[in-house]
């Protein structure tokens, strides 16, 4: 049951940057290739955003209590190299959701707010990377980048 235990944090890792790449990279362009209009389009880009926001919610605090094993003053060994890029990666999902989608639904000043959503969402995604690659890093090579 430990070893379970030690792998859920690369699952949720895992889950985290996996849904961020297939909904940003992959549906939401096909969305808009293969819709007839871009508001019908953007319609359902934004309902798959708001989803995959819910997703990295979960999967950064599920890390977020992962972090420390029963309740121990320590953080684990793979929380000491990435907790902040857990915490980034969260706010970044918060602030995109509440701050930025309503004005990309809005069409407020469109073009501005897209902009600042995709760098946003591109952030999370290189937090969700950087906490993937150092979970799922050597036991080694971990304990060298928790040091960095």
Not at 10 to 24: D, F, M, N, T, V
Not at 68 to 82: I, T
Not at 106 to 120: E, I, P, Q
Request: net charge positive; hydrophobic share 60%.
């Amino acid at each position: 049951m430990s070893n379970l235990y030690e792998r859920i944090p690369l699952l949720a890792a895992a889950l985290w940057w996996g849904s961020l790449s297939a909904i940003g990279f992959m549906a939401v362009p096909m969305l808009f290739a293969q819709l007839p209009t871009p508001a019908v389009a953007g319609f359902m880009a934004a309902k798959l955003f708001a989803a995959q926001t819910w997703v990295s919610i979960a999967c950064a605090a599920l890390l977020l209590v992962l972090s420390r094993r029963n309740k121990e003053p320590v953080l684990q060994p793979w929380a000491k190299a990435c907790l902040g890029f857990v915490i980034a990666g969260m706010l970044l999902a918060f602030l995109v959701q509440y701050g930025v989608s309503p004005r990309i639904v809005a069409r407020d000043n469109l073009k501005l707010w897209h902009s600042v959503g995709t760098v946003m969402y591109a952030l999370q995604w290189l937090c969700a990377l950087v906490v993937l690659w150092r979970i799922g890093s050597p036991p080694s090579q971990a304990k060298a980048e928790a040091t960095a």
